[in-house]
């Protein structure tokens, strides 16, 4: 069974400085995505970043950036420049390449220090 | 484009009583798929519809059950329910297609109480 761990359930950042939040998974199939949805307190949960596990070249989206170690099965989020509204609970998910039953970690909530 | 939207938001119900959530996803997706997200268990799986069939499901009992009609709208029921059946149930809607197009995208969720 795949299984998506996180092992930091919380996490605090300076305004300006970089974070990375730590995601590893388990699964056995070749074909696969990776996803970070960030979930603001209170509001909608929202994509940040996903990754296709067929490319090696990391995804990136303005401020976050992922460290994709296939082999490793780990799946990290960088976010640079950490601003106030980045603070909201991070979830690692995966989901194999023609189901979409999505297996998400337990999250990571990151405050932002002003 | 409109995104997902759940109604109602809130619901209080008590034990025993049966309640249904709705779905719309947005425009031209055509899979619904259902989380249920609590403090203990995190977000689970319920199930995934997709041109008004079941597509996929989660190891839920079946007072869990669900729906999805011509437009794709989604409905969710809970019979007979229980104090652990308390949680925020979420909805996503995507394409339905297989591969990297098809990420989902969340409702705001239906904060589902019982008492």
């Known amino acids: 069974a795949q299984t998506v761990t996180q092992s930091q359930p919380e996490m605090s950042v300076q305004e300006a400085e970089t974070v990375t939040l730590s995601c590893t998974y388990d699964?056995?199939?070749?074909?696969?995505?990776l996803f970070w949805y960030k979930q603001p307190p209170s509001r909608q949960m929202i994509l940040v970043i996903r990754?296709?596990?067929?490319?090696?070249q990391n995804a990136t989206e303005n401020r976050f950036s992922v460290n994709f170690q296939k082999a490793a099965k780990s799946f990290s989020l960088k976010i640079s420049d950490s601003q106030l509204g980045d603070a909201a609970m991070y979830f690692c998910?995966?989901?194999?390449?023609?189901?979409?039953?999505?297996?998400f970690g337990a999250g990571t909530r990151l405050t932002v220090k002003p | 484009k409109a995104g997902v939207t759940q109604t109602p938001r809130y619901l209080i119900k008590t034990r025993g009583q049966q309640v249904t959530l709705s779905c719309s996803p947005i425009?031209?997706?055509?899979?619904v798929s259902w989380y249920q997200q609590t403090p203990g268990q995190g977000l689970q799986f319920l199930f995934e519809?997709?041109?008004?069939?079941?597509?996929n499901k989660g190891n839920f009992p079946g007072r869990f059950s669900g729906r999805q009609f011509s437009n794709s709208r989604s409905e969710m029921n809970v019979s007979t329910l229980e104090l652990g059946d308390s949680a925020l149930y979420l909805c996503?809607?995507?394409?339905?297609?297989?591969?990297?197009?098809?990420?989902?995208?969340f409702g705001p969720g239906t904060r589902l109480t019982v008492l």
């Open positions: 998910a995966y989901r194999t390449y023609n189901n979409n039953d999505m297996r």
């Open positions: 519809y997709f041109s008004e069939t079941q597509r």
């Open positions: 990754q296709e596990a067929y490319k090696q």
């Open positions: 996503a809607s995507s394409l339905g297609t297989s591969g990297n197009t098809d990420t989902q995208y």
């Open positions: 699964t056995s199939e070749s074909d696969y995505y």
């Open positions: 425009s031209g997706h055509r899979s």
